[in-house]
C-alpha cells in the first residue's frame, strides 16, 4: 500500500464517521406540537354559552418530571357584571393518553385586571407537572376547564373532540410504573430558574452528542492508524 493511497483510506474512515455522527443527529425523534381550536360548552350560574379557543399546550422538562403551560388564544364564556382584578380563578385538566394514561391539573393566577361585563373572559396560562408512570409516545389533549368568579362557579367541557396539544417521547423514572397520572397544581416559575425545553430541542442535543462521540472515536482511531504506520515505516 503506497503512503498516498494510505491517507486516501484514512481521510475516508474519518468522513464516514463524520457521516455517522450526522445521521444519528437527523435521527433525533422530535417531539409534536401544535395549536388546536377547542369548542367549549359552558354550563354558567346564568345559562349556557359556548366559544371556540385555540389551545397551546408546551412541556418544559424538570429531572424526571414536565411542567406543562396551558395556553387560551381567545377568551371563553363571559360574565354579566364585571369581574374586578382578582376576582376570576381558573383552572384545568389535561388528559394524556397513548403509552400512559390520566390527567394532569393544572391552574394559574386570578385576573390580573378587571374583566368587563359581557364580554370574553380571557385565561391566564395554566400550568402543572407531569410525571410519566410508563415510557413511550405520549398525548396531551385539551380538557374541562373551571372558572370559580365571585362565589359561582362555571364548567366548560370541549364538545369538538378536540386533537392532541402535544405528543411527547417520554421515560418514566426508575420505580415508577403502573397506575393514571396526575399533576400537582402550579403556578409562576420553578424556584431553580429557566429550564431546558422539551421537545425536538432536547432530543437533538442529546443525540447530537452521542453524533460527537461516534466522530471523536473515528478520529482517534485515525489517529492511531496514522501513528502506527509511521512507526512501521521508520
Given at each position: 500500500?503506497?503512503?498516498?493511497?494510505?491517507?486516501?483510506?484514512?481521510?475516508?474512515l474519518?468522513?464516514?464517521?463524520?457521516?455517522?455522527?450526522?445521521a444519528?443527529?437527523?435521527a433525533?425523534?422530535?417531539?409534536?406540537?401544535?395549536?388546536?381550536?377547542?369548542n367549549?360548552q359552558?354550563?354558567?350560574?346564568?345559562g349556557?354559552?359556548?366559544a371556540?379557543?385555540?389551545?397551546?399546550i408546551?412541556?418544559?422538562?424538570?429531572g424526571?418530571?414536565?411542567?406543562?403551560t396551558m395556553?387560551w388564544?381567545?377568551?371563553v364564556?363571559?360574565?354579566p357584571?364585571?369581574?374586578?382584578?382578582?376576582?376570576?380563578?381558573?383552572?384545568?385538566?389535561?388528559?394524556?393518553?397513548g403509552?400512559?394514561?390520566?390527567?394532569?391539573?393544572v391552574?394559574?393566577?386570578?385576573?390580573?385586571a378587571?374583566?368587563?361585563a359581557?364580554?370574553?373572559?380571557?385565561?391566564s396560562?395554566?400550568?402543572?407537572t407531569?410525571?410519566?408512570?410508563?415510557?413511550?409516545?405520549v398525548?396531551?389533549?385539551?380538557?374541562?376547564?373551571?372558572?370559580?368568579?365571585?362565589?359561582t362557579t362555571?364548567?366548560?367541557?370541549p364538545s369538538?373532540d378536540?386533537?392532541?396539544?402535544?405528543?411527547?417521547?417520554?421515560?418514566a423514572?426508575?420505580?415508577?410504573?403502573?397506575?393514571?397520572?396526575?399533576?400537582?397544581?402550579?403556578?409562576?416559575t420553578?424556584s431553580?430558574?429557566?429550564?431546558?425545553?422539551?421537545?425536538p430541542?432536547?432530543?437533538?442535543i442529546a443525540?447530537?452528542?452521542?453524533?460527537g462521540?461516534v466522530?471523536?472515536?473515528?478520529?482517534?482511531?485515525?489517529?492511531?492508524?496514522?501513528r502506527?504506520h509511521?512507526?512501521?515505516?521508520?
Amino acid at each position: 500500500m503506497t503512503y498516498r493511497t494510505y491517507q486516501k483510506r484514512t481521510a475516508a474512515l474519518a468522513f464516514a464517521a463524520a457521516l455517522a455522527g450526522s445521521a444519528v443527529l437527523m435521527a433525533a425523534p422530535a417531539a409534536h406540537a401544535e395549536v388546536v381550536d377547542v369548542n367549549y360548552q359552558c354550563k354558567t350560574p346564568i345559562g349556557d354559552k359556548s366559544a371556540v379557543s385555540p389551545i397551546d399546550i408546551k412541556s418544559v422538562k424538570s429531572g424526571s418530571d414536565y411542567k406543562l403551560t396551558m395556553s387560551w388564544q381567545e377568551g371563553v364564556s363571559s360574565s354579566p357584571v364585571e369581574l374586578g382584578k382578582g376576582a376570576m380563578s381558573p383552572s384545568a385538566v389535561i388528559s394524556v393518553a397513548g403509552a400512559d394514561s390520566g390527567t394532569v391539573a393544572v391552574s394559574g393566577p386570578a385576573n390580573a385586571a378587571a374583566i368587563p361585563a359581557n364580554t370574553p373572559i380571557k385565561i391566564s396560562d395554566l400550568s402543572g407537572t407531569y410525571t410519566p408512570k410508563e415510557s413511550g409516545e405520549v398525548t396531551f389533549t385539551a380538557g374541562v376547564l373551571t372558572i370559580e368568579a365571585l362565589g359561582t362557579t362555571t364548567t366548560c367541557t370541549p364538545s369538538n373532540d378536540p386533537e392532541p396539544s402535544l405528543t411527547l417521547d417520554v421515560t418514566a423514572a426508575s420505580g415508577n410504573s403502573g397506575g393514571s397520572t396526575s399533576g400537582e397544581p402550579q403556578s409562576g416559575t420553578d424556584s431553580g430558574g429557566e429550564l431546558p425545553q422539551t421537545g425536538p430541542e432536547d432530543s437533538a442535543i442529546a443525540l447530537g452528542t452521542l453524533g460527537g462521540t461516534v466522530l471523536l472515536a473515528g478520529a482517534a482511531g485515525v489517529l492511531w492508524l496514522t501513528r502506527r504506520h509511521q512507526t512501521v515505516r521508520r
